[in-house]
C-alpha cells in the first residue's frame, strides 16, 4: 500500500512540477520572440511577408500536452493498483467500500488535475 502512496504522490509531484513549466512558459516575456520582417516588391504591388516565431507559445503548448499526457499515464497506473485492492476489501468487509472509493478516486484525480492544468496554461497563451 506504501508503493500506491509513492506513486501517487510522485504524479502529483509531476502534474505540479508541469504547471509550474507551463505557468512560467505562459507568463514569459515576448523579448525572444524573433520578428523578421521582408518586404518583397512585386510588379504591382508590395507584399509584407511576416515571419514570427514565438518560443513561448511553442513552449506553453509542450508543457500543456505533457502535463495531459503524464498525468493521464499516471492516474491509470494509480488506477490499476487501487482498483483491484479496494474491489478485494470490499467482498471481505463491505464496510470498507467508503475507503476504497476514496483511494480509487484519488487516483482518478491525478488526470483531471493534469487536464485543468493544461487548460489553464492553454487559456493564458491565447
Same mark, same amino acid.
Given at each position: 500500500?506504501?508503493?500506491?502512496?509513492?506513486?501517487?504522490? @510522485?504524479?502529483? *509531484?509531476?502534474?505540479?512540477?508541469?504547471?509550474?513549466?507551463? =505557468? $512560467?512558459? #505562459?507568463? !514569459?516575456?515576448? /523579448?525572444d520572440t524573433a520578428d523578421t520582417t521582408a518586404v518583397t516588391e512585386t510588379a504591382d504591388e508590395e507584399?509584407?511577408?511576416?515571419?514570427?516565431?514565438?518560443?513561448?507559445?511553442?513552449?506553453?503548448?509542450?508543457?500543456?500536452?505533457? @502535463?495531459?499526457? *503524464?498525468?493521464?499515464?499516471?492516474?491509470?497506473?494509480?488506477? =490499476? $493498483?487501487? #482498483?483491484? !485492492?479496494?474491489? /478485494?476489501?470490499?467482498?471481505?468487509?463491505?464496510?470498507?467500500?467508503?475507503?476504497?472509493?476514496?483511494?480509487?478516486?484519488?487516483?482518478?484525480?491525478?488526470?483531471?488535475?493534469?487536464?485543468?492544468?493544461?487548460?489553464m496554461i492553454l487559456s493564458k497563451l491565447v
Open positions: 500500500m506504501k508503493t500506491n502512496i509513492r506513486k501517487l504522490i @510522485a504524479c502529483m *509531484l509531476v502534474v505540479f512540477a508541469l504547471s509550474c513549466f507551463g =505557468a $512560467a512558459a #505562459a507568463y !514569459a516575456d515576448n /523579448a507584399t509584407l511577408v511576416t515571419n514570427d516565431h514565438n518560443t513561448s507559445l511553442s513552449i506553453g503548448l509542450v508543457a500543456a500536452a505533457l @502535463a495531459t499526457g *503524464l498525468a493521464g499515464i499516471g492516474g491509470g497506473i494509480a488506477v =490499476a $493498483a487501487g #482498483a483491484p !485492492a479496494a474491489i /478485494a476489501a470490499n467482498s471481505e468487509n463491505p464496510k470498507t467500500f467508503g475507503k476504497s472509493l476514496i483511494f480509487v478516486a484519488l487516483g482518478e484525480s491525478i488526470a483531471l488535475y493534469g487536464l485543468v492544468i493544461s487548460i
